[in-house]
């Protein structure tokens, strides 16, 4: 069974920086797309950084310039790098992935971590 466990987030004052870092376990063909969302109280969740299996990355427009989004292929993890956090950065931020859990049949699966919680204090 597929499983993306989540670590890094906390308490930090306005202008620091976290790294958010996520690994997936269990029976894996490819993993995709991986990234990251966030999900502030009374808003919907929203885009962070995704990356795909070729090192492509997308940012959402809040964080373009801040965060950076990476991913080591052979550990199955990926990483969030925030830097210059903001109060309104303060959310449950949620693990990503697409995945291909067997090589047959050829279906992708979007798979989310529990989450973790980033607070940034003014």
């Known amino acids: 069974q597929v499983q993306l466990v989540e670590s890094g987030g906390g308490l930090v004052q306005a202008g620091g920086s976290l790294r958010l870092s996520c690994v997936v376990s269990?029976?894996?063909?490819?993993?995709?797309?991986m990234g990251w969302y966030r999900q502030a109280p009374g808003k919907q969740r929203e885009l962070v950084a995704t990356?795909?299996?070729?090192?492509?990355?997308n940012y959402g427009d809040s964080v373009k310039g801040r965060f950076t989004v990476s991913r080591d292929n052979a550990k199955r993890t990926v990483n969030l790098e925030m830097n210059s956090l903001k109060p309104e950065d303060t959310a449950v931020y949620y693990c990503?992935?697409?995945?291909?859990?067997?090589?047959?049949?050829?279906?992708?699966?979007?798979?989310w971590g529990q989450g973790t919680q980033v607070t940034v204090s003014s």
């Open positions: 990503y992935a697409r995945i291909r859990p067997y090589r047959l049949p050829s279906r992708d699966y979007d798979y």
């Open positions: 269990g029976s894996v063909f490819t993993i995709n797309t």
């Open positions: 990356v795909t299996i070729d090192n492509s990355t």
